[in-house]
Every structure is written in C-alpha cells, then in structure tokens.
C-alpha cells in the first residue's frame, strides 16, 4: 500500500485500527498488579505510584482533543506518525525512569501521544466506510474495547512475577514500535484535502461549535460514555471486591475476570453477526435497556440483607457467582453501545469526524476520572457503592437515548 493511498476496509484495516485501539487500555491496566513494586524500586509512596496513572489518564484525556483537531486539518497520516513516535520515546524512557517524578512525566506523554491511535482510528474508520458497514468496523474494534480493559490487568499480574514492572512498559513499548508500523506501512491517508479543515482556527472552532450543538450527537455520546463507566467502575475496582471481600487470591480473581471477559466477546460477536438485519439503532436501544435491568438487578441482590451478609463473609459460592453472573450481563452489551453509538454519532459528521471523535475519546476519560472518587466516597471502595455508581451509569446511559432525534437513528449512506 503505497503512503498515498487510502485504507481499505478489509481484515488488513480491522486489524490496524484494532490495535490502535488497545493502546490506551494495555498501557492504562498492565501494570496495575505492579504498583507496589514501582513504590518499593523508586523508594516512594502508593500515592504518588497512583499519579502515574492519574497523569497518563489525563493525558488520554487532554491528547485527544489536540490530536482529533490536527487530523481534521492536516489529514490523519502526518499527525498519526508524529504522535506514534512519540509514544516509542516516552515508553522506551518510561522503562529507564530513574524517579518517580520521571516516570510521572513519561508516562503523562505516553497518554498523549498514545491517544492519538484511538482518536485518529475512530476518525479513519468514519472516513472509509458507511452505514452498516460502518458500524460493522465499529463492531470489531467494540469488541477490542471491551476486551483489553478486562484482559489487561490479567496479563500483568501473569507478566510481573517474572519481568517486573519494568518488564511490562518493556512490553508496552514493542505495542508503541507495532502501532508506529501500522501507521507508517498499513494505514493510508484516509482523508483528502478537499475534505479538510482548511480555514484556520477560526473554522476549527466553527466545526466544534456544531458539533457540539448537535443535540443527537451528544445523545450517543452520553450512551457509550456512561456505558463505559459501567465497565470501568467494575474494572477498577474488582481487585478490591473479588481479593479483599471475597478472599480470592491472584489466580482465583483472573479467572473471574476472565468469565467477565467471555460475555463482553459474545456480545460484540453478536452485534456483528446481527447488525445489518436487526439495525443499529435497535441494536443499542436493546443494549441500553438490556444494561439497565442488569445494573437494577445487581443493585438490589447487593442491597438485600441476605445477599450481603453472604458477601462480606465470602462464605457462599452462590453469592460470588451471582455477582459474576450479574456484573457481567451488566458489562457484555458495551461493546454493542459503542459500537452502535459511534457509527451513528459520526456518521452524521461529514467534517470534522476528528472534532468529534476528540469529544467522545476525551469524555471517555473525563468520566473515568470521576468514577474513582465516587466508588470511594465512603473512604473505601466497598461493594454496594461500586454497584450503586454501575447502577447510575446504566441509567444515564438509558437515559442518553431520548436526545436522539428520529431522523439521527438512521445513519447516512453519503
């Protein structure tokens, strides 16, 4: 494939964008188990271990809303391989960090510049393929998405008794050197001159305004954005609840997480499988809905007197697999929201797919940012405030649908 040539859609550009998309998890969640190793190696406190990660969330975070902008302006190429290489620099030096105050900044501009992978790849997508198609190739990178955030820590803690932390941004640097060839060998430019924003700061702030004010666009983002608080409340927290509260030890909680895992691939299998005869926009509506009734039925067996003290005592199987069963219902439809969502809000952006793909990627974080403090709002992450913030999400994301016009629940062929 020559460096002019667009990308086509085909198992070569599933794969690429795929892989894009798993930058932000496996980097996020890999080395999660090895956080007390950091603190004992760099001679630090577990507090400033957790801002590493705080930084490079904020840099997922903040690097998608400069990343998304570029690639509308100077086509998605030139900004994809300047942000990939970047990430190669800031995780080789990542894994030779002296300090606790290095690694902080390192790992700050792995998250900017490893964003750009999963901001830019949404953007591509939307420029080479439509309609169902479209939410077909969202399908599939769907499926990554909800897969490498529950795989990831699984990895790590298998990975770190062998290699160490270091061991395991060693590992994330060779993901860095895989992307930046991807970029570079598999993905064209997807996105012509003709289609670019080309007036300067002043149309750029012109195309975010619309975007911004298109009130079904904002729908399907709160859909997959509180779908994939869901997810992460439930992924950031489930070493607490499964180790502590149930006493599960290493192995026992990755073959939980793994059972978790299972539900989250058949879902975007199915959705796959089901999206062009079923539609997209009854494919998410059943997913919401679908989330909403397993998040009200995990509150209340949480809640109820039996079901908790059977919990706290970990002294029932039953009790621990009808939580696994329940929050993995709760969990398998994400990969169908997003996948729906996205192709139906960015569908509707002819310009400025990369504004708009910035916005969903950069509320992603924002949410996740905010779920840490309200699972511990007691002073502890306990399990009835964890299924309380599912439970929340869920209905928000429920809720989200009702923004979406008529007309928005049919995506455009042009």
């Not at 420029?127 to 990895?155: E, H, T």
Request: charged residues 10%; aromatic residues 8%; glycine residues 10%.
């Amino acid at each position: 494939m020559t460096h002019s040539t667009a990308p086509k859609y085909g198992p070569t550009l599933i794969g690429a964008l795929g892989l894009l998309s798993t930058v932000a998890p496996l980097a996020t969640d890999m080395y999660l188990p090895g956080f007390p190793l950091v603190s004992g190696d760099l001679q630090t406190s577990q507090a400033s271990v957790q801002l590493t990660l705080s930084l490079f969330m904020l840099g997922m975070g903040g690097g998608q809303l400069f990343w998304g902008p570029a690639s509308d302006m100077l086509g998605r190429r030139r900004p994809l391989l300047v942000a990939g290489l970047l990430f190669v620099v800031s995780s080789l030096f990542a894994t030779m960090s002296p300090s606790i105050v290095w690694l902080c900044i390192w790992r700050f501009l792995q998250g900017f510049s490893g964003c750009a992978g999963v901001v830019i790849g949404r953007a591509i997508a939307r420029d080479v393929s439509r309609g169902v198609q479209l939410a077909r190739l969202f399908g599939f990178i769907g499926i990554v998405n909800g897969l490498a955030p529950v795989l990831a820590p699984v990895a790590g803690g298998l990975l770190i008794p062998h290699i160490g932390w270091r061991g395991v941004l060693w590992v994330l640097t060779g993901v860095a050197v895989l992307m930046l060839f991807a970029s570079a060998f598999v993905l064209g430019e997807s996105l012509p001159a003709t289609g670019r924003v080309s007036g300067g700061v002043r149309e750029l702030g012109s195309t975010l305004r619309t975007v911004a004010r298109d009130r079904s666009f904002i729908g399907f983002t709160l859909m997959q954005v509180f779908a994939f608080g869901v997810l992460f409340t439930w992924i950031s927290s489930s070493s607490v609840v499964l180790q502590l509260v149930y006493g599960l030890d290493e192995r026992q909680f990755s073959f939980c997480m793994a059972v978790f895992a299972v539900g989250t691939l058949l879902a975007g299998v199915l959705n796959t499988r089901l999206v062009r005869r079923v539609g997209m926009w009854r494919m998410l509506t059943t997913a919401v809905v679908f989330e909403a009734i397993c998040a009200i039925a995990l509150f209340v067996v949480v809640a109820s007197p039996v079901a908790m003290k059977d919990a706290a005592a970990a002294s029932s199987a039953p009790a621990l697999w009808t939580l696994l069963v329940l929050v993995s219902l709760a969990g398998a439809p994400f990969p169908v929201i997003i996948a729906n969502s996205t192709a139906l809000g960015l569908g509707r952006q002819r310009r400025g797919a990369g504004i708009a793909s910035a916005l969903m990627g950069a509320s992603q974080y924002a949410l996740a940012a905010a779920v840490t403090p309200m699972v511990t709002i007691t002073g502890r992450v306990s399990l009835d405030t964890v299924v309380t913030v599912m439970l929340v999400c869920a209905l928000v994301s429920g809720a989200s649908a009702l923004l979406c016009t008529k007309e928005s629940r049919a995506l455009p062929h042009d």
